[in-house]
């Protein structure tokens, strides 16, 4: 199960970049003390609660948030006032790097948590002296496309089945990379939010959770959390090759 990541530890007396549990998720982590020191020096941390909004779509797009706890929700509101989820955020995630002059999104808060925060200007700025850094953002950036390249070929030709298996094996692939077994998922998201970002509706989401459900292949722990029991197979549904996970 990925480890509870705290928010920021600063106290004025330690760097607060060096404590951040986040870190081994983020780009920086690739900073040595001298490189973390500078990219504390222009970050304010921010912490938020439940329900609330990070950035609004349409506003000036002047801050860069770098997630060190908690889960967002990324969404984009359709002329006729629909909302479509675009993606969910975790520790380690930035906000906010692949955007114009405005933000062409809104994030929420799923629930409570904290990011660093950047005024844009200076954060280019700093990157222009910290290669390092610029280079972990290229290709975080180059990670960013690919994902929204699988999102495509998700919404566009995969089956419910293969939706619902492909989001929980991402999720199990974030608490590997957490340093968890990647059993355990937590959903800080509700079902519909799940459908909405699968393009599916919530009944179907609750059909094929079932279904997986009764062949073995996940188990509900609670309202929020459920156990990928044999994720080889539920790696074959999601269309991975399935001999990169135990049985």
């Known amino acids: 199960m990925i480890a509870l990541v705290e928010a920021c530890p600063n106290d004025g007396r330690i760097n607060p970049c060096s404590q951040c549990s986040a870190r081994r998720l983020s780009v920086c982590g690739v900073l040595a003390d001298e490189g973390l020191q500078r990219l504390s020096a222009i970050s304010e941390n921010d912490t938020f609660d439940a329900g609330e909004i990070l950035v609004r779509e349409g506003d000036p797009a002047t801050n860069l948030f770098n997630i060190t706890a908690g889960a967002v929700r990324v969404y984009k509101l359709l002329p006729d006032g629909r909302r479509q989820i675009v993606g969910f955020l975790f520790a380690g995630d930035f906000l906010g790097l692949a955007t114009g002059d405005r933000y062409a999104f809104s994030a929420e808060a799923l629930s409570a948590g904290a990011a660093c925060r950047f005024h844009k200007k200076a954060y280019r700025k700093l990157l222009a002296t910290l290669p390092d850094l610029e280079t972990a953002l290229l290709d975080r950036a180059s990670h960013e496309l690919q994902a929204a390249h699988n999102q495509m070929l998700l919404l ?19 608490d590997r990379r957490a340093g968890g077994a990647g059993r355990i998922i937590q959903l800080p998201m509700t079902r519909a939010e799940i459908a909405d970002y699968l393009g599916l509706t919530t009944e179907t989401v609750s059909r094929v959770t079932s279904r997986l459900k009764v062949r073995g292949v996940i188990r509900l722990l609670t309202l929020h959390s459920l156990s990928i029991e044999k994720p ?9 090759d399935a001999g990169d996970f135990p049985a």
Request: aromatic residues 4%; hydrophobic residues 55%; without cysteine.
């Open 232 to 240: 080889a197979e539920l790696a074959a549904l999601a269309g991975l």
């Open 156 to 174: 566009g030709r995969k089956t419910a089945v293969e939706r619902l298996a492909s989001f929980l094996m991402d999720l199990s692939d974030r």
